[in-house]
């Protein structure tokens, strides 16, 4: 299977700061990578696919980037609704796997 | 707008069975697959199998094969998941995901179930 890790585990930050999640997978996946936004009792919300590419309504303050490897999410300038869990998934290859997640709170 | 509603919170026992539906609304159910990904407490999302809805044929995670069985009524653009020979370590929310492929399998999920907790205790 293919293993997907994230950096950091967990960030501290303030309203309209710019953040910056990191996912790396191994072997490489080309751009077959996904973010997903989930909060606390929620279901994961799509926000890109295909390493880049933002899900229809998602704002533009997200975006995307990285190819093969090494893959990052930003954030420009960070809302109170943006706290939350944000996951990585590879879609590559079956089975379809996850990273374990990086969790965005209020500094 | 794409709709997943999921049946409600299971309660148990070790050993026992549980079945999970996904109604879908919104799209054509038939030409999208329907996933199922789990998540244990504090854990990473882990993703379960999937089925056609098209014409049924089904593909399940290695670590899941020989307990879970997935399952369409395309009458009532439902999916079911039920996995048996239920555990403590089943204990875990579980989600029904639209793959966003037409008529063929991504395996990238657009859309989401609310989610449905089962606990397993005795």
């Known amino acids: 299977d293919i293993e997907m890790t994230q950096s950091p585990a967990s960030l501290s930050a303030s309203v309209g700061d710019r953040v910056t999640i990191t996912c790396r997978a191994t072997?490489?996946?080309?751009?077959?990578v996904a973010w997903f936004q989930q909060k606390p009792g929620k279901a994961p919300k799509s926000l890109i696919y295909?390493?880049?590419t933002l899900e229809s309504g998602v704002p533009s303050k997200f975006s995307g980037s990285g190819s093969g490897t090494d893959f990052t999410l930003t954030i420009s300038s960070l809302q109170p609704e943006d706290f939350a869990t944000y996951y990585c998934?590879?879609?590559?290859?079956?089975?379809?796997?996850f990273g374990p997640g990086t969790t965005v709170d209020i500094k | 707008q794409v709709q997943l509603v999921q049946s409600g919170a299971e309660v148990k026992r070790p050993g026992a069975s549980v079945k999970v539906s996904c109604k879908a609304s919104?799209?054509?159910?038939?030409?999208?697959?329907i996933h199922w990904v789990r998540q244990a407490p504090g854990q990473r999302l882990e993703w379960m199998g999937w089925?056609?809805?098209?014409?049924?044929?089904?593909k399940y995670s290695q670590k899941f094969q020989d307990r879970v069985t997935i399952s369409r009524d395309t009458s009532a653009s439902t999916a079911y998941m039920e996995l048996t020979s239920l555990r403590s370590e089943d204990t875990a929310v579980y989600f029904c995901?639209?793959?966003?492929?037409?008529?063929?399998?991504?395996?990238?999920?657009?859309?989401w179930g609310q989610g449905t907790l089962v606990t397993v205790s005795s």
């Open positions: 995901a639209r793959d966003w492929g037409w008529s063929y399998t991504s395996y990238y999920f657009d859309d």
């Open positions: 295909a390493a880049s």
């Open positions: 072997p490489a996946i080309n751009n077959y």
């Open positions: 919104g799209y054509i159910f038939n030409r999208h697959a």
């Open positions: 998934q590879q879609y590559y290859t079956y089975p379809p796997t």
């Open positions: 089925i056609n809805a098209g014409n049924g044929d089904t």
